[in-house]
């Protein structure tokens, strides 16, 4: 299993920004496609974004397209979501998540399919 520490979570104003960061260690971060799921109090886990293990491949959950963008460094073993014009309703716990695949161009957005899971970090936007 990877390991995956998330940071970058913070308390903001309807419109700004924040870019959350997810260090993954223990296994060759190349082989595992990312994603970002988030849950809000009294909702179920959802999928905001994912890569594949290339970076050519993402996938956006439809609320988001536009305004979040998810890319990987390879290099540095980290997967980042870029999170702009940043809503109420995006109030949540994010998590990072990591999926083993064959794929390098492809990959699931299914939450059964990722192995590994970080803690969550907590994303408040004031209105």
Same mark, same amino acid.
């Not at 397209?65 to 990987?72: A, C």
């Not at 299914?110 to 936007?125: A, E, R, Y």
């Given at each position: =299993?990877? =390991?995956? !520490? @998330?940071? /970058?979570? /913070?308390?903001?104003?309807? /419109? *700004?920004?924040? &870019?959350?960061?997810?260090? +993954? ?12 799921? &988030? ?5 179920? &886990? @959802? %999928?905001? +974004?994912? $890569? ?13 397209? /536009?305004?979040? #963008? $998810? #890319?990987? *460094? ?14 109420? @309703?995006?109030?949540? !716990?994010?998590? %990072?998540?990591? =999926?083993?695949?064959?794929?390098? &161009?492809?990959? #699931?957005?299914?939450?059964? *399919? ?8 907590? !994303?408040?936007?004031?209105?």
């Amino acid at each position: =299993q990877v =390991q995956l !520490v @998330e940071s /970058g979570g /913070g308390l903001v104003q309807a /419109g *700004d920004s924040l &870019r959350l960061s997810c260090a +993954a260690s223990g296994r060759t971060f190349s082989l595992y496609a990312m994603g970002w799921f &988030r849950q809000a109090p009294g909702k179920e &886990r @959802e %999928c905001v +974004a994912v $890569i594949s293990r290339s970076g050519s491949s993402t996938y956006y959950l439809e609320s988001v397209k /536009g305004r979040f #963008s $998810i #890319s990987r *460094d390879n290099a540095k073993n980290t997967v980042y979501l870029q999170m702009n014009s940043l809503k109420p @309703e995006d109030t949540a !716990v994010y998590y %990072c998540a990591a =999926q083993e695949t064959y794929y390098t &161009r492809s990959a #699931s957005t299914n939450s059964k *399919d990722f192995g590994s899971w970080g803690q969550g970090t907590q !994303v408040t936007v004031s209105s």
